[in-house]
């Protein structure tokens, strides 16, 4: 089995890398012949903007451009995607919206024209999301955030391409009192998620 783990974060010493580390660290404490690899997106320079060769793909009258075919086939290799990253405005950064905006592209991600019903292309897929918050988890609750993160990611983005989001969490507090427990959280999710896809 294979996992792709998918951080966007600028600073490769960042909290939100050192998270993507623990959950490898889990998955290689669990299951040896359960591999991963990484796509920090930030360091390796993905572009995230949408351009008029990405609504040619949209509509249908173009085939992806290269570095959108490298993610796509990253994708198509796991079994599992694992996505780290900082809530930033709560929700995730523009990097990373960037990244599901190109790759999941109508014709791979989804199937959809006006005319044919809706076919969801990444049943395969089992997704896990962590995002790592500086605030506390009464803040969260307060103000619905949570809830408004998991209608719009959970269901806005993976559900509608049919990837099931096994697991999504919140590890809160970061910036004060929360890293530890952050750590801990991503180790022990790396090792469920190495149990649940084999």
Known sequence: MHTLIVTAHP????LTHAVASRVAKGIQGRNHAHTFEFAHLAQEGFDPRFTEADLAVHRHKASPIPDVQR?????ERADALVLVYPVYWWSMPALLKGWIDRVFSNGWAFDFSPQDALIKQLGHLRVYL??????DASTYERHGYGAAMKTQIDHGIFNYCGAPVVGAELLLDSESAGASQALEAAEALGGRLSVAVS
Request: hydrophobic share 35%; no cysteine.
């Open 130 to 135: 962590l995002g790592v918050g500086g605030a």
């Open 71 to 75: 993610e796509q086939a990253r994708i």
């Open 11 to 14: 600073e490769s010493e960042s």
